[in-house]
């Protein structure tokens, strides 16, 4: 059995900086693809980031040069780093894995950007 939990949420002011964590527990084989995927009130839930199997990566345009997707293979964790936070940035942030055959999510993790 796979499980992701998210952690690393918060409240924080426009401009700071906040890392969110994604760690795995269970057998975790032949993971093709990491993502962060975020959804606001309302609204649908949409790509952050993405992290694939070569370390290639990918951004949502809206995010691109502040955010940064990155792993610890060996403590089995994702990251996420989250700079010039904005209040368009809040939302509840998932954390997302896929392998061949089977696809994962976390939980989830509120972070709120306001003054």
């Known amino acids: 059995q796979v499980q992701l939990v998210a952690s690393g949420g918060g409240l924080v002011q426009p401009g700071d900086s906040l890392t969110l964590s994604c760690t795995a527990s269970?057998?975790?084989?032949?993971?093709?693809?990491l993502a962060w995927y975020r959804q606001s009130p309302g609204k649908e839930r949409e790509l952050v980031a993405s992290?694939?199997?070569?370390?290639?990566?990918t951004y949502a345009d809206t995010v691109k040069g502040r955010f940064s997707i990155s792993r610890d293979r060996a403590k089995n964790t994702g990251y996420l780093q989250m700079n010039d936070l904005r209040p368009e940035d809040t939302a509840v942030y998932y954390c997302?894995?896929?392998?061949?055959?089977?696809?994962?999510w976390g939980q989830g993790t509120q972070v709120t950007v306001s003054s």
């Open positions: 997302f894995a896929a392998s061949a055959a089977d696809t994962y």
């Open positions: 269970g057998r975790v084989l032949n993971i093709h693809d």
């Open positions: 992290l694939n199997s070569g370390d290639g990566t």
